[in-house]
Structures are given as C-alpha cells and as structure tokens.
C-alpha cells in the first residue's frame, strides 16, 4: 500500500508510522486518511505486535492543524499499544495524537502544548478532555487556557510521558520498548487496553464488570495455558495471540 503523507514500514514484531509532511508534519485530511488506513492494514496482521507513530525528521513530531476525533478513539481504542516516539514539538493536533496513544516516549529537549487558545480557538479533538485525565484539572486548566508549551522534563514530572530520551535516540528507543511488548501476550494485552479504556470513567460496580468480562476469555486461551506452563518450567513464554 503507497501513502504519500506517511511511511509505513514493518520491522520485527512491530509497525512503524511516519509522518512524512515537511515542514511540519502537519495533519491534513489525506493524512488523516492515510493514518486510518495504516492502522487498518496493520490491525490484523498477528506478525505485528505494536505500532509506533513518529514523525519524520529531528524538529517537530506533529504541527497540529485539523483531524478527526473518530481517529483519535481509534488509537486510543486500538487492540495493540500505540507508541507515541516524540521526537520534536507536538503542538495542538500533534499533542492530541500523543495522548491518544498508549504509551509516549519524548525527546529530551522537545516541548508539547495545546496551543489553541493563542489562535482564539480551543482543542476539539479531545484536548480539553485528555489531558485534565492525564494530568490533573488544575495543571490542564492553565496550560490549556495560557496556551503554554511544557518542556520535556515537566512533561515527564506531570506524568503526561513515560520516560525521556536523549538526542536522536527517541525512535530506537520505541522500538526497545516495542520489542519488550512483542514478547507480551496479545490477547491479555488488548483486553487491558478495552478494560482500562471502557472501565476508567465507568462507576466501580460497572467497571469491575468490565474487567470480568474481559478477563475470562483470557482465562481459557491457549495463551494462558502456555504463560502457566512457562512459569512452572522456569522458561519464557512463547504467547501466540491464541
């Protein structure tokens, strides 16, 4: 499948996504509908474990501009983890894509902000939604109304990043991480995905419901008997998504 404003590659046991609009990377709708089309070539394919979304070049990982809310619960929603691999600025749009992932890795000397307000306008594709989650109502009121571009240690001390990465080192570092995540179970891992998304703003009653009927098919899955089994035979387990 050819794109024109991302680059789709697979390596190992994960999914690379580039996106390839210079200057910015900025989000268009053919980049919004390339993006959907990737993840769905990619969401059946067993070989592929994870996906990491990037962006092309050292500057700016994604511009901003207009996309769709429905992608956004996509990633958010999709049965692999999704790495966010930071490499530079995410400003408005771009820092929506990053929060719709499952994990986010950042380079050091990279900034994100919902900048919106400095345009007279506010997020609109889950923003003002996701990052009060992430961080807190206070902290998400201030950068979210001043328009504030947080710095990359900040970042990480408000918890909106996993971990930090130096120069030039952020995409080999998602890949690490997707490497651990190929040795995961696949089916434990979507079921975590859809129990913490559906259950996280749920009441408890109906949360624990959720956690339940995720947690049975696992229970019976092959995957299952070989984790126990590999436990028992002090061994790696070989987890094939059955």
Same mark, same amino acid.
Request: charged share 25%; glycine share 10%.
């Given at each position: 499948? /050819? ?88 400003? /408005? ?22 900048t919106e307000s400095n345009l007279g306008i506010i997020p609109g594709y889950g923003g003002t939604q996701r990052l009060p989650r992430l961080i807190g109502r206070t902290k998400a009121l201030e950068f979210l109304i001043l328009g504030t571009q947080i710095p990359a240690p900040e970042c990480l001390q408000l ?55 995720? @947690? ?10 070989? /984790?126990?089994?590999? @436990? ?11």
């Amino acid at each position: 499948m /050819g794109f024109e404003t991302l680059v789709l590659a697979r390596e190992e046991t994960f999914a690379i996504v580039t996106l390839n609009r210079p200057p910015a990377n900025a989000i268009s709708e053919p980049l919004i509908r390339e993006l959907n089309d990737a993840l769905n070539s990619v969401r059946d394919d067993d070989a592929v474990r994870s996906v990491i979304i990037t962006g092309a070049g050292d500057k700016i990982f994604c511009g901003g501009a207009d996309l769709g809310s429905a992608l956004m619960r996509k990633i958010e929603r999709f049965g692999k983890p999704v790495i966010a691999a930071i490499n530079g600025h995410a400003m /408005g749009g771009g820092m929506e894509i990053a929060m719709a992932c499952h994990f986010r890795l950042m380079k050091e000397t990279a900034r994100m902000g919902q900048t919106e307000s400095n345009l007279g306008i506010i997020p609109g594709y889950g923003g003002t939604q996701r990052l009060p989650r992430l961080i807190g109502r206070t902290k998400a009121l201030e950068f979210l109304i001043l328009g504030t571009q947080i710095p990359a240690p900040e970042c990480l001390q408000l918890r909106l990043v996993n971990r930090l990465c130096k120069e030039s080192e952020t995409l080999a570092d998602a890949k690490a991480l997707a490497r651990q995540l190929g040795k995961r179970a696949p089916l434990a891992t979507a079921a975590i995905i859809r129990a913490v998304d559906e259950g996280l703003e749920a009441p408890m009653a109906k949360s624990i419901d959720i956690e339940l009927e995720a @947690f049975m098919p696992t229970l019976r899955s092959e995957d299952a008997a070989e /984790g126990i089994q590999a @436990f028992f035979g002090k061994r790696e387990a070989q987890f094939k998504g059955r």
